[in-house]
Nanobody
C-alpha cells in the first residue's frame, strides 16, 4: 500500500505566502515524479507544478516566478512554496506521486486535497 498525505493549506491575504507539503509512504520501490495539481470550483483539475526524478521541473504559466516546487527524496516529500498569492490561486490543491510500488505496476497516487483560499 502507498499513502500520499498533504498538509499546509489555509487562508491567506493577497500577496501572502503559503507552503504545502506532501509525503509519500508505504511499499515504495521508486518514485518517478511528484507534483501538485489544483481544482477551483466549476473548473477542471489543472497541473500546477511537477518535479520529475532526475530531470527537470515544470510549472503552469500562471504560477511561474511565484511558485517553487522542491523535493526531499530522503523523505519522499515534495513541497510547494507559493509566494505573491492571488485570489485566482484559490483552489483545492492535490498532491500527485507517480510511484512504482513493490510488486505493482507504476501508478498515480493522489492525496486527499488541501484547501488554499486567497482573500482579503
Amino acid at each position: 500500500q502507498v499513502q500520499v498525505v498533504e498538509s499546509g493549506g489555509g487562508l491567506v491575504q493577497p500577496g501572502g505566502s503559503l507552503r504545502l507539503s506532501c509525503a509519500a509512504s508505504g511499499s515504495i520501490f521508486t518514485i518517478k515524479a511528484m507534483g501538485w495539481y489544483r481544482q477551483a470550483p466549476g473548473k477542471q483539475r489543472e497541473l500546477v507544478a511537477v518535479a520529475i526524478t532526475g530531470s527537470s521541473t515544470n510549472y503552469a504559466d500562471s504560477v511561474k516566478g511565484r511558485f517553487t516546487i522542491s523535493r526531499d527524496d530522503a523523505k519522499n516529500t515534495v513541497y510547494l512554496q507559493m509566494n505573491s498569492l492571488k485570489p485566482e490561486d484559490t483552489a483545492v490543491y492535490y498532491c500527485n506521486a507517480r510511484i512504482k510500488a513493490w510488486y505493482r505496476e507504476e501508478d498515480d497516487y493522489w492525496g486527499q486535497g488541501t484547501q488554499v483560499t486567497v482573500s482579503s
